[in-house]
């Protein structure tokens, strides 16, 4: 879905005006029209590439990492800020403040589809204008809500949902930008962008803290975590509007997604990334009060900030790792990756799980570093799987499809796949309340985890390991 169009605006032959501003290149020329469209854009054309497409894209590509790091900074918010209500006066239960924490991943993760089609509806630039203004919305509330202590739980409830605006950015960035480079470098460009968007929810983590505590003078100032966003939100919408492009010449592909659904290691694949992608932006969400929850002793305002501000270094680690995930399974196989990263995710968390007797913080925060790393490696190792899987595997390619046809099945699958994984948000969250509620604990919920990884260990390596050379997937 990362690559689909649906719309013919702006087409070669139905668009605005020519103004004077075209390059001509060999065989095609480029052809910049009124409302930054660009007409004729043909990256795998060389020449073109060469003399103005990476130039370009490369300014396209900037200004799309800027306002997808906005939108996972928005949708991270309330993780953080969840923590901080009841030294600002607010009595929320345990199983609201995990709602909280929960809903915008769960509003996030379903806007995913609907905004990859934004894209070719209204243009790569247009929407990106349009995608991070709406960020606005969810800041603003947010700082008004958290500045009145009688605020009611439906309406805080409400404004946090709009969070999940930033958690759609990621699908509309990813579709833009696929249409930008060429297919030697479309891996590259789109593991910058996603690095580049995950990376939002470190610096959300980091700064927030620091900002509503130690620069407020000691005291808890909720509503600049949401206030202190808004000038970089203005800057990334008037920066695209500045600096970016649409393009005529990219199209949709609703008959790809629905194609898509039909083929049985889409649902395959989507299970193994909720349980890679799902746990990295589920526990993303969750940690800053798992820290607040295990070790209550960090409940002053100096030393409570600087502990609440180290789980930035969760998001952190597991967004560095994603490109190395990548390219480890580039050299031993994706799905061996896969399984590598769920075996070690379930072997860290059963070692957090029997030292936390222990009431050690530094170990704690050590080992969800490592199971942010592995779910990281994870994350990276089953994006490679699925372009593999769809030309080698699917039911298109086993029936003789074209190359073209099994790139359209991948691509779609791609979108899809990151839309049902971001799930894992909403489920992590709401499996520890319901272990909380039901036990008074935490510990029932990652056992459950553990058990999950195991399955999925499982199902990789039945899938995708064990039966690879019966069903001609080789080296996947």
């Known amino acids: 879905m990362t690559a689909e169009r649906t719309a013919d605006i702006g087409a070669a032959d139905a668009g605005p005006a020519r103004t004077a501003d075209t390059l001509t290149l060999d065989t095609l020329t480029l052809d910049h029209r009124p409302g930054r469209w660009i007409a004729n854009w043909d990256a795998e054309n060389k020449e073109q590439w060469k003399s103005a497409g990476r130039t370009i894209a490369r300014r396209n590509l900037k200004w799309s990492i800027f306002a997808e790091f906005l939108g996972f900074v928005v949708w991270q918010l309330w993780s953080i800020v969840v923590v901080q209500l009841p030294a600002a006066g607010f009595t929320f239960s345990t199983n609201e403040i995990f709602w909280l924490i929960s809903v915008p991943s769960l509003v996030g993760a379903t806007l995913r589809i609907p905004y ?13 204008i349009v995608s991070a203004l709406l960020l606005l919305i969810p800041t603003i509330g947010l700082g008004l809500c958290v500045a009145n202590p009688a605020t009611p739980f439906g309406v805080m409830l409400f404004v946090a949902a709009l969070a999940g605006f930033g958690g759609g950015n990621f699908a509309s960035s990813m579709a833009n930008i696929t249409f930008f480079y ?16 995950n990376l939002g929810a470190a610096v959300a983590q980091l ?35 500045k600096y970016m492009n649409n ?32 746990s990295f932006i589920g526990f993303a969400g969750v940690f800053p009060k798992l820290i607040k929850d295990y070790f209550p002793a960090f409940s002053s305002i100096p030393v409570g900030t600087v502990a609440l501000s180290l789980a930035f270094l969760g998001p952190l680690v597991g967004s560095l790792a994603r490109p190395y995930g990548g390219r480890m399974a580039d ?13 070690a995710m ?44 769809f030309a080698t595997s699917s039911r298109a390619a086993r029936s003789g499809a074209s190359t073209h046809s099994t790139q ?9 796949i990151s839309a049902i994984g971001a799930y894992g948000g909403f489920i992590i969250p709401q499996v520890l309340n319901a272990s909380n509620t039901a036990s008074g604990s935490y510990t029932s919920a990652f056992y459950g985890f553990v058990g999950a990884y195991i399955l999925m260990l499982a199902v990789c390596w039945f899938c995708y390991i064990r039966n690879a050379n019966r069903n001609a997937m080789g080296h996947v």
């Open 116 to 128: 990859t089609f934004m894209v070719p509806r209204f243009g790569g630039r247009n929407w990106t």
């Open 182 to 197: 060429p297919a030697r470098e479309k891996g590259w460009a789109l593991g910058l962008n996603a690095a580049g968007g």
């Open 247 to 278: 393009l005529t010449s990219a199209k949709g592909d609703v008959a790809g997604s629905l194609a898509a659904l039909k083929e049985p290691h889409l649902w395959i694949m989507a299970l193994l990334y909720i349980g890679t992608f799902g």
């Open 331 to 343: 050299r031993m196989g994706g799905a061996r990756m896969t399984v590598a990263a769920f075996a």
């Open 207 to 241: 700064a927030v803290p620091i900002a509503i505590t130690v620069l407020a003078a000691g005291s808890v100032n909720l509503p600049v975590a949401g206030f202190m966003w808004v000038p970089l939100i203005l800057l990334a919408a008037f920066g695209a509007w």
């Open 346 to 389: 379930a072997v860290i968390t059963l070692t957090m799980l029997w030292t936390l007797p222990l009431k050690n913080f530094w170990l704690f925060l050590v080992l969800f570093l490592f199971l942010f790393t592995a779910s990281g490696f994870g994350n990276g190792a089953t994006y490679r799987m699925i372009p593999i899987i």
């Open 408 to 416: 359209r099945l991948a691509s779609s699958a791609l979108g899809l």
